[in-house]
């Protein structure tokens, strides 16, 4: 009898211990709450049961990231592709890490089988531009890019990567265009105003126009754009 109630009562605490997918989803709602320690404690948990678990390996990788441990998050996010390499989030999130690192060939390499994996997903495109624009590979980044923007055009921040692209192809008159998409989504871009100024005044010869977008990227703490007014518009 002492036996049969030790096991009954080993069979409880066994059931009222949380499962994989109740661990996994405190976790998610941890990091929901940016609590990124406590997520980590719940995804470790997880792990315990099932060292394999993929979802928890990779969101084990996003929480150390988020802290800022990169080369923590790294080894994380290979087994995470090593539980599943199906799944484009631990190619992506592993490309995002080697990206902090300015190591953008490997997060190139990791952006590529992640947009094979699922090209529906904008971010791999804008992230995967970032990284060639990074590494001056202007044509490619720009594909990129016209990508992500074919979805929204009115995303601000890949309207101005797609300039810097384009006037890393010494095409002035697209970089133009798109600078000017950047401010009218983005009106606080001094640095896109920055850009405008030295390109209209640079390439076009436009004066007026380029010291009034110089000013106005002073204005909005451009601090480079000073010693363009100093210069040429004095």
């Known amino acids: 009898m002492r036996l049969w109630i030790m096991g009954l009562l080993c069979a409880n605490l066994l059931a ?5 997918e109740e661990l996994l989803k405190s976790g998610i709602e941890k990091m929901d709450a940016q609590d990124w320690s406590e997520a980590i404690n719940n995804f470790d948990k997880v792990l315990e049961k099932n060292p394999t678990n993929a979802q928890a390996l990779n969101a084990k990788g996003v929480a150390l990231f988020q802290q800022g441990k990169i080369k923590e998050a790294i080894p994380i996010f290979d087994l995470a592709i090593q539980a599943d390499s199906t799944s484009y989030k631990a190619w992506f999130n592993r490309g995002n890490a080697k990206m902090e690192q300015e190591n953008y060939k490997a997060a190139l390499a990791d952006f590529n089988i992640a947009s094979a994996l699922d090209p529906t997903q904008t971010d791999i495109f804008f992230n995967r531009g970032t990284a060639l624009l990074n590494m001056e590979e202007y044509e490619d980044a ?13 995303q601000a921040e890949a309207q ?5 692209a384009e006037l890393g192809m010494n095409d002035p008159i697209h970089g133009l265009e798109s600078l000017t998409n950047t401010v009218n989504l983005d009106p606080k871009n001094g640095e896109a105003y920055y850009l405008l100024g030295v390109t209209r005044m640079s390439a076009l010869g436009q004066k007026n126009e380029g010291c009034a977008d110089l000013k106005m990227a002073l204005s909005l703490g451009y601090a480079e ?5 100093t210069d040429f518009c004095e």
Not at 16 to 20: D, G, I, L, T, V
Not at 142 to 154: K, M
Not at 225 to 229: E, F, G, R, S
């Open 160 to 164: 101005f990567r797609k300039a810097k």
């Open 225 to 229: 754009a000073q010693t363009w007014i």
């Open 16 to 20: 009222c211990s949380p499962s994989e």
């Open 142 to 154: 720009l594909i990129d890019f016209q990508s992500v923007l074919q979805v929204n055009p009115n």
